[in-house]
């Protein structure tokens, strides 16, 4: 299985243009956990690992499970990940996710660790955020439950931010089932 990265080198808030990279034989490191008291800010470089890229102009699509992970500790795991790229200036538009996914963050602030799963994911720069669709479920860990408390809805914005409070998800058409720790 030839696995390839593409690596963004700068910070994609400024749009920076995407480099292929050579096929990579190593395996991603995974398990990554952001650091607590830090927020999430921007990607900063960011590692894809998958079974196969297609590069076209405007775009680069990752098949066969395709996985990411953020300098700040975010993963991203799908069956496809699709990283459009402007034709007129070669910047990063978005990043959007099909297929089973899931997400992996941390809050620092309330020490929680989430885990989203939904149909598909956008990952929108500018906005700094995901959008979620289609059979959304988190599962956040807390030591205030005994268990994960377990969230479903019909779709959910992950906001990614500065500070030890994010990220901030919003469901909804929210179910919301956990226990209390005594």
Request: hydrophobic share 40%.
């Amino acid at each position: 299985m030839t696995k390839y990265c593409i690596v963004i080198a700068v910070v994609i808030a400024l749009a920076a243009p995407l480099c292929l990279a050579e096929p990579v034989s190593a395996p991603v490191k995974t398990g990554v956990s952001q650091p607590l008291g830090q927020g999430f800010g921007k990607p900063g470089n960011v590692t894809i690992d998958a079974r196969q890229s297609i590069a076209n102009p405007g775009s680069v699509t990752f098949t066969g499970h395709a996985h990411l992970v953020t300098e700040n500790g975010a993963t991203l795991d799908a069956a496809e990940l699709k990283a459009l790229i402007s034709k007129e200036d070669n910047t990063f538009q978005k990043v959007i996710a099909t297929g089973k996914v899931k997400g992996t963050f941390n809050q620092a602030i309330t020490k929680r660790f989430y885990t989203v799963y939904a149909d598909e994911g956008v990952y929108d720069p500018k906005k700094n955020q995901i959008d979620l669709t289609g059979s959304v479920r988190i599962l956040i860990d807390s030591p205030m439950t005994k268990g994960p408390l377990v969230q479903t809805g019909t779709s959910a914005v992950v906001l990614l931010g500065n500070g030890p409070d994010y990220p901030i998800i919003t469901t909804q058409d929210v179910k919301t089932v956990f226990t209390v720790n005594q």
